[in-house]
């Protein structure tokens, strides 16, 4: 809870609407609902929505499949994506879409799998299927650039197993 607190705190999103970007059971979502903000959250699978409800979590069945894509109760003003971004198919897309769906100078926490600590403990149980890309910290600021958000800081946590990106949406979208 810290770790949400702290961002909410610092980022002056107490009040305001938070969108979890791929909920799965809502272990993360649960503990940002406890921050003060607005708490949504998007996920796919049924199940998995099913079990965010029973808790009480604000959780719809999405996707981001297109750039265009209204998400319900959106404009966000903030976002967090815990591990999500690298099962995309099309990462370009979905963060395109995602940024559609966000309020003006809104700021989130994107968290990846962090390649570099992976080649460098030799961590092979970590490609598995699901899996569909692989993020260095420039190749994670690049993808986050190119789609339209300035990172404003890049770490790792977990004892360095994951990137932590701290992002806000660009004004203007430079497709270049």
């Known amino acids: 809870l810290p770790y949400f607190q702290n961002f909410i705190d610092k ?49 719809t069945k999405e996707f981001i499949e297109c750039a265009e894509q209204k998400l319900r109760n959106a404009p966000f003003e903030g976002f967090f994506m815990m591990n999500f971004l690298e099962h995309i198919p099309n990462p370009n897309v979905f963060l395109h879409g995602l940024r559609n769906n966000l ?15 992976i ?5 092979f149980s970590e490609f598995i299927a699901d899996h569909l890309m692989y993020f260095t910290e420039k190749t994670l ?8 958000f300035d990172v404003l800081e890049c770490n790792t946590v977990w004892h360095n197993y994951c990137l932590s990106a701290i992002v806000k949406k660009r004004s203007v979208l430079n497709l270049d």
């Open 141 to 148: 600021r690049i993808m986050l650039e190119k789609n339209g």
């Open 11 to 59: 980022n002056g999103l107490r009040g305001k609407k938070v969108v979890e970007i791929g909920s799965g059971k809502g272990e993360f979502l649960f503990l940002m609902a406890q921050t003060g903000v607005e708490a949504y959250g998007i996920e796919h699978e049924a199940k998995s929505v099913k079990a965010c409800k029973e808790q009480g979590l604000s959780v």
């Open 103 to 117: 309020s003006e100078d809104a700021i989130g926490i994107i968290e990846v799998p962090n390649m570099d600590y």
């Open 119 to 123: 080649i460098e403990k030799v961590i």
